[in-house]
Structure formats: C-alpha cells, structure tokens
C-alpha cells in the first residue's frame, strides 16, 4: 500500500519557469490537500479538496493552480516561478476529518533561484 | 477558524511523562481537537484527536477540559524519538464534502527530550 506518493522529491527551477509537482494517493479518500513549509516554519494551507471536481483556496493560494479530475490525483501547478516559492511542498488525505488522520506524503523541496 | 494557542517550545527529560498544552478558548461544538507531529526532516504525522473525551492509542493520550477550551496531549514515557514539532489542530466537523473542510496547521511546539 503506496499511501501518499510525491513526485518530484528535489526540484531547482528559475525564475518565471512552470512546473507541476503530482500527488498521488491510492487509499480512495475524498479529502487532499496541499501545505507549504518554510524553513523553521509550520505548514500553511495552499489548495484542497474535498472530491474530485471540487477545489478551494486555504492561506497562501496566490502563485499557484489545483484540479482534482480524479479522487487519485490533486497536482499542484506553479505557473510563474518566483524565490518566494522556494519551500518544501507536503501533500496529504484523508478519509474525513472526523474520523481522524492525515495521511502525509515524504515532501517535495522546491528551490526557486 | 478558531485558534490554537501552544508554548513555542518545552523541554523534558527521557524517560519520563511530557504535558503538551494546547489553549482553544474560540472552540465551536463541532470542532474536533487533533494532534500531528514532525519529527526532522518528515512529513507530519497523525497523534491522536478527540471531540469531548479523553482519548487513548498507542501513541499518547489526549484530555480534553470540561469546556473544551483547552487540551493536553500526554506523552506517558518520552523517549529521545519523540523530540520533534507538535501542532494541536482544530477542525470543522464536515461529515461529508463540506466544504470548509480544513485542517491549519499553527506553529506547533517544539518539543526537546533530554537524555
């Protein structure tokens, strides 16, 4: 059972490049999401979801994209690459707040030069 | 949201039982009290989470105050594996695909173990 699977682990982009960084999960939960952490820092909400189709904005929305086409997928896409950027990337799901646990992928380290 | 207030940090030493406090004075009824970690260098990690009871697994246990405005997360015995962020999180209960589903992560309290 894979879990959470993060793809790209390390990624070095320069400014005003895109990129998409993939989440993938194969434990059929309906809720993902997407945090970013800065160094020292805790993790701020980027975009989740609640189903396929469905997407919100949480703390820090600007500079990036989501679509969630299927319950497996919720890539997370950087149109404009800016330093601001540069962080380490979390993906998560979970079955349902109530009942419980987040479930984390290993983290993607974006660095922004 | 409501929010969480936690001590930046706490120190304990091996061996010996850890208190983590968590204050939520703007706590709703359907909020549910969690708890991650992040050990260095890792993704967090579910603890433990509760509505209105005390709460126990493998991993610690969570009291919850009478009013709810405020939790402690027990760690019976820490051991040196256990140094790492602690974040005490209040989420909506949705019960579906409600939309306000969310979880936001605080600064969490960095918890050092002394050996």
């Known amino acids: 059972n894979a879990g959470v699977t993060q793809t790209p682990k390390f990624r070095i982009l320069k400014i005003g490049q895109s990129m998409t960084l993939q989440c993938t999960q194969d434990m059929n939960h309906n809720y993902m999401y997407w945090y970013r952490q800065d160094p020292g820092m805790g993790l701020k909400l980027i975009y989740y979801s609640v189903g396929a189709g469905i997407t919100d904005k949480g703390e820090v929305p600007n500079g990036y994209n989501v679509s969630r086409s299927t319950t497996e997928d919720f890539p997370l896409r950087l149109e404009l690459a800016a330093p601001s950027q540069t962080s380490v990337y979390f993906c998560a799901s979970s079955r349902g707040l109530n009942t419980g646990e987040l479930f984390f992928g290993e983290g993607s380290r974006l660095t922004v030069l | 949201d409501a929010k969480t207030t936690q001590p930046n940090s706490m120190e304990s030493n091996e061996e010996e039982p850890v208190h983590l406090p968590c204050n939520h004075s703007t706590i709703s009824g359907t909020d549910y009290i969690h708890w991650y970690r992040q050990l260095p260098s890792q993704g967090p990690e579910y603890v433990i989470h509760?509505?209105?009871s005390n709460v126990n697994n493998r991993m610690a246990s969570l009291a919850i105050a009478e009013d709810r405005k405020s939790s402690t997360l027990i760690l019976h015995r820490a051991t040196l594996r256990d140094a790492a962020v602690y974040y005490c999180?209040?989420?909506?209960f949705g019960g579906g695909m409600n939309r306000d589903d969310k979880i936001i992560f605080g600064k969490g309290t960095r918890l050092h173990i002394l050996p």
């Open positions: 999180i209040l989420s909506m």
């Open positions: 509760g509505l209105t």
